[in-house]
C-alpha cells in the first residue's frame, strides 16, 4: 500500500488510460479497479477513461453528453438501453425457437396419424388378400374329389366372393406392395422431422440455460432447499446467542 501512494496522480491517470486504451480494457475491468481504494475509485471516474468507453463500445451512438450527465453516467444509460435491447432480442429468438419447436412437433403428429393409418390400410389389405388366396385355394379343391361335406364350403366361400379372384389378388397385391413403399417414405420423414425437432429442443435449452439458475430443480426439490437455509440460519443464530 505504501508504494501504491508513492505514486503519483498523473501516474496512475497514465496507468489507467493505457490499461483502456492499449490493453483493451472493458468496463469490468476499470469498475474492479474503481472498488480496489479510494484513490483509484476517484481516479477511475475521471471522463477521459469513460468517454473512451463509449466510443468504443457505442461507436454508433457517439454525441457530447449534456452539460448535467457525465461520460459515465451517459455510459451506464446507453448501456442499460442496450442490454434491454438484447434482453428483447433474445426473447423474440426464444419465442420464434418455441414455434419452431411446436411446428415440428405438429409435423411429428401428423406423420404419425399418417403412419397409423397406413399400416391399418396395410394391415386390411394383408387381412383380404390373405382370404382370397383361401378362396383360390377352394376354387382349385372343387376341380379334385372331396367329401361332400367339405366341397359345399369350398363351393360357399367361391360364390361369395362377387370380385374375379384373380384380378382382385393382382390389385391387393399392389396395394401391399404402395403401402409398404408409403411406410418407408412416411418412416423417414419422421425419423427426420423427430432429428429436427431435437435439435431445435436442444437450441431452446441452450437460449434458455443461465449459470446461475438451475432450470432443473422441481418445485419440491427448491422447497427442500429453502427449509434446509432456514434450518442452518437458525442454527447459525443459535449459536450466536449462545
Known sequence: MSSQNELPDELWRKILEIGTKASNFTYKDLCCVSISCRRLHRLSDEGSLWSYLLSV??????????????????YKIRFERERERKLLAHKRA????????????RKL????????DEREKLKSAVSELSNLHKVRQAS?????????????????M?????VPVESRVRALEMEVKLCNQQLKVFDKAYRDEKQRLDTAKEGLKSMKYH??????????????NQKKRKKLKTCINCKILV
Open 57 to 74: 463500445d457505442f461507436p454508433n451512438q457517439i454525441s457530447s453528453p449534456p452539460s448535467s450527465s457525465s461520460p459515465k453516467s451517459l
Open 94 to 105: 426464444v419465442l420464434r425457437k418455441e414455434s419452431q419447436v411446436s411446428e415440428h412437433l
Open 109 to 116: 403428429r401428423k406423420f404419425e396419424v399418417r403412419l397409423r
Open 140 to 156: 382349385v379343391a372343387l376341380n379334385v374329389w372331396q367329401p361332400e361335406v367339405v366341397r359345399g364350403r369350398q363351393k360357399q
Open 158 to 162: 367361391v360364390e361369395q366372393c362377387v
Open 211 to 224: 449459470p446461475l439458475r438451475d432450470y432443473n430443480l422441481t418445485s419440491n426439490e427448491s422447497h427442500e
